[in-house]
């Protein structure tokens, strides 16, 4: 393991990537280090500078090469995150429907599990499931809703999509009181 390349977030997750040809294994070791740095201090590891963050790299880790997500595929979204703010998770369907805390269960199908506020314990994760997509662009945003201390500050946070046999995770910056619409946008074939 070269010393350099693992002082960073994305160096260890591109050494984890090559080095763990189980992919079960692989996924399994980049998402517990994913969603581990998204709980660490109250504004993300040390080693994230401010350029990495908000660049909003994304590490693709596909199962199946050749898997082309399509309608009819389940979609599950997570968004993780330390215990800094109250944050909303929100995911807006080809149908224009958006699925969050005030609309859960959606006429499409989408349920948030569960809605994470200050008081829940950490990591906090929100979880919007489609147990079937329909064809058409999909957006992901999210909402700083409430500072959980009297000194709010922005917040890494990591969300894991998970859509058919493809399997994609990005770490953000969140900023206090911002409600950022659209964080990650993606398209279902039909």
């Known amino acids: 393991m070269d010393g350099a390349e693992m002082d960073t977030i994305p160096g260890a997750m591109r050494w984890i990537a090559r080095r763990f040809e189980d992919t079960a294994l692989r996924v399994a070791l980049l998402a517990a280090l994913a969603t581990a740095t998204a709980c660490e201090s109250r504004s993300g590891p040390a080693t994230w500078n401010a350029a990495e963050i908000t660049r909003a790299d994304v590490y693709e880790l596909v199962l199946d090469a050749d898997a082309t997500p399509t309608a009819g595929d389940p979609l599950r979204v997570r968004l993780a995150f330390g215990g800094a703010a109250d944050l909303d998770l929100y995911v807006t369907g080809p149908l224009h429907e958006t699925v969050y805390f005030a609309n859960s269960p959606s006429s499409t199908g989408g349920v948030l599990d569960v809605d994470q506020r200050c008081d829940a314990e950490v990591p906090r994760v929100e979880t919007i499931t489609f147990p079937e997509t329909r ?42 009181g911002r409600f950022r619409p659209i964080v990650w946008e993606f398209d279902v074939a039909r």
């Open 135 to 176: 064809p058409g662009r999909y957006r992901i945003g999210i909402d700083y809703a409430e500072a959980c201390s009297s000194e709010p500050e922005a917040l890494g946070v990591v969300l894991r999509l998970e859509l058919g046999d493809q399997v994609a995770v990005r770490r953000e910056l969140v900023e206090p």
